[in-house]
């Protein structure tokens, strides 16, 4: 493609926070910044400036400290931002809600409700007076099972405020699953709803909480927000052996509501100091807990979110996700930036396909934020937004979770909205944001992300570790940045995060996405490295495959792995249909042919397998790798982190698959 699918204009792209910061950069730093990437290369030249540039422009509150901002700026992991500041993350927080509207909650078409920025001010100073009355202290963890309601930002900015550490899942998850997680960092206080909804059904909560807090010893008190009207009698029946313990139950009501009003208050760290534990979703172990700093994110997400996605106050900005993925926690951040959050929780295809567009249009959605999937899965149904809602307010489309198919792209501007910046982000838990992300005053090219986050060296490895100009590789980061995690949490001497991230590239971040560069500057990610397929040596991203079967109407979802064969790898592909559809010779002649013109030969699959279920992670990602341990006969040691851990045993004793 010779063109853009858009450009932001003259007009538009002056109008931008980027635009705006380029000019105030360049005079900082006494040089003109007028392109993206003159001011990409100075902010990872000299970092240490860079950051502190942005906490200048942003109003960071707190002290940021003498000079220098960055010490041993060469050594990672031991790289050290601001050393001398002090900040709290929840005061930076609540300081730009003020310039929004506070929180709008939509609960499938259930539940309704607002909360004012000055209501969320008052129950974060309730919070946090709770908190402290039941022992907590800067440094210890509170829990949380929610959904994505107003009470959970209540809670987590409460705890931020008192400096404790926040952890939370989704009230999907099963018991094994939560003990998994919160077993290993032992809070001491559990905050969870009375149940839930998903696809019209009401989930009762109060089995899984019985079992949950018994197992749990560390959680001296548990707070339960009602959600479906049971909260009063979820409380009272955890307090029956609670109470025997020395431990109390309690209604958010009682707890929190009820405290008589307070001014909010805020004790202020180190840069350092501990914000999260955030979980990584994968299914070899018992997740590793991924501690992550205040000062850290706020100012990652500062970037991503003011500059990348030009957020401003008053915008309105809407992202689909579960407290068990951190694309909440970035959510969270947005608030500090003036925006309204709009927060949904349940089926975004119930009680209609419409719904989340429903959502958009009624509240003025600025920012829209979802899953590749569920784009994909839009553009299934036949449902066009733009001819159906009014979308006027909307400028921006983020997709993440997995890469975004060049024709997903077509979707989003053909059927949402032509004159939208649409950025396909990527990063993770690993850094509680993205390394490489949109880019408002840059053209948006069909398949591509636009290019490296600010403040990130990103580059493409070869095999040997040298840059790749050209072809694939493994996606590395060369330079420190500030979210870096501080640190795994029970791993002492630093083992864990070391090899998780160090051991593949001395100094050098390797993250583990199979990724390239394009003419355009630009990235494109072919999926986990560890998921890559390598038949006859060659090294195959599965999202190429995922991007060309994803264009075949009959199929609702895939999943590919290769599977080791007569001493070499073949590839396998799984694919679940449409309802009533069976796989014949046609379809799968079909799907071949798709593959071999789409993408090259070398990626059409050897076997090909109906399924009628695809395992995911709690997140919605597709686990290519249980799927793959499952076909070798070997054991899938975290089962908890899936969504749906039933449809694993689809795969196993496969006829197919022995021949």
């Not at 046609?586 to 070398?602: E, F, H, M, N, V």
């Amino acid at each position: 493609m010779n063109q853009p699918l858009w450009s932001p204009g003259v007009v538009r792209r002056a109008a931008t926070n980027m635009a705006t910061f380029m000019d105030w950069a360049g005079a900082d730093a006494g040089r003109p910044l007028t392109e993206y990437r003159d001011l990409h290369s100075a902010s990872i030249v000299d970092p240490g400036w860079f950051w502190r540039a942005l906490w200048d422009y942003c109003g960071v509150i707190g002290d940021k400290g003498p000079p220098p901002y960055l010490l041993d700026g060469e050594r990672m992991p031991g790289a050290r931002f601001f050393p001398a500041a002090r900040l709290n993350f929840a005061e930076n927080v609540l300081q730009g809600a003020r310039r929004g509207q506070g929180l709008v909650f939509w609960g499938e078409d259930k539940v309704k409700r607002r909360m004012s920025a000055a209501e969320l001010e008052t129950q974060v100073a309730r919070t946090r007076a709770m908190l402290r009355e039941a022992g907590v202290a800067a440094g210890d963890r509170v829990a949380a099972i929610l959904p994505n309601m107003p009470e959970a930002i209540a809670a987590v900015l409460g705890a931020a405020a008192e400096g404790a550490v926040w952890s939370s899942c989704s009230p999907d998850f099963g018991v094994q699953g939560v003990l998994d997680r919160f077993g290993q960092i032992e809070p001491k206080v559990l905050i969870a709803c009375d149940g839930y909804y998903y696809a019209g059904k009401t989930i009762d909560l109060s089995d899984r909480l019985q079992q949950i807090a018994a197992k749990l010893p560390s959680v001296r008190k548990v707070v339960i927000v009602s959600y479906v009207g049971q909260a009063e009698a979820v409380a009272h029946g955890l307090n029956m052996s609670l109470v025997r313990q020395g431990r109390l139950a309690q209604t958010w009501g009682d707890a929190v509501l009820a405290r008589a009003d307070r001014a909010a208050s805020f004790t202020r760290f180190p840069f350092s100091h501990p914000l999260y534990i955030l979980f990584s979703s994968g299914t070899t172990g018992v997740p590793k807990c991924i501690v992550h700093s205040a000062g850290g994110t706020l100012l990652k997400h500062l970037a991503e979110q003011q500059l990348h996605s030009d957020v401003k106050p008053g915008d309105r900005v809407f992202y689909f996700t579960t407290l068990g993925w951190m694309m909440w926690n970035w959510l969270v951040t947005c608030l500090g930036s003036g925006a309204t959050l709009l927060l949904y929780d349940g089926s975004p295809f119930h009680p209609s396909a419409s719904l989340l567009w429903d959502y958009a249009a009624a509240e003025g959605c600025t920012h829209f934020g979802t899953s590749a999937k569920y784009i994909d899965a839009l553009k299934k149904t036949g449902l066009e937004p733009q001819s159906s809602h009014d979308l006027t307010s909307l400028r921006a489309v983020l997709s993440t979770g997995s890469p975004l198919a060049p024709e997903s792209f077509d979707y989003v501007y053909r059927h949402i909205k032509p004159d939208v910046h649409l950025a396909s982000i990527s990063g993770g838990t690993d850094i509680v944001g993205c390394f490489v992300l949109g880019i408002p005053t840059e053209p948006v090219w069909r398949g591509e992300i636009q290019g490296p986050g600010l403040g990130m060296a990103i580059d493409v490895l070869d095999e040997h570790g040298r840059p790749a100009v050209s072809g694939k590789g493994e996606l590395v980061c060369t330079r420190p940045f500030p979210s870096m995690p501080i640190g795994f949490w029970n791993d002492p001497d630093g083992r864990k995060y070391t090899a998780a991230y160090f051991s593949r590239f001395e100094n050098v971040w390797h993250h583990g996405d199979f990724a390239e560069w394009t003419p355009h500057g630009g990235i494109i990610i072919h999926g986990r490295s560890d998921a890559t397929l390598n038949p006859g040596g060659v090294r195959i991203g599965t999202a190429e495959i995922y991007r060309q079967v994803e264009l075949l109407e009959e199929v609702q979802e895939s999943i590919v792995i290769g599977q080791d064969w007569d001493g070499d790898v073949r590839i396998v592909l799984f694919v679940a249909l449409k309802p009533g559809l069976k796989l014949d010779s046609a379809l799968k002649d079909r799907i071949k042919a798709q593959i071999r013109t789409g993408a090259s030969p070398r990626h059409v699959p050897a076997r090909i397998v109906q399924v009628v279920d695809i395992p995911r992670t709690k997140s919605g990602k597709i686990t290519e790798l249980a799927v793959r341990d499952v076909v070798h006969g070997r054991e899938v040691k975290n089962k908890e982190a899936l969504a749906n851990p039933e449809a694993l045993e689809l795969f196993r004793g496969l006829p197919e698959l022995q021949a």
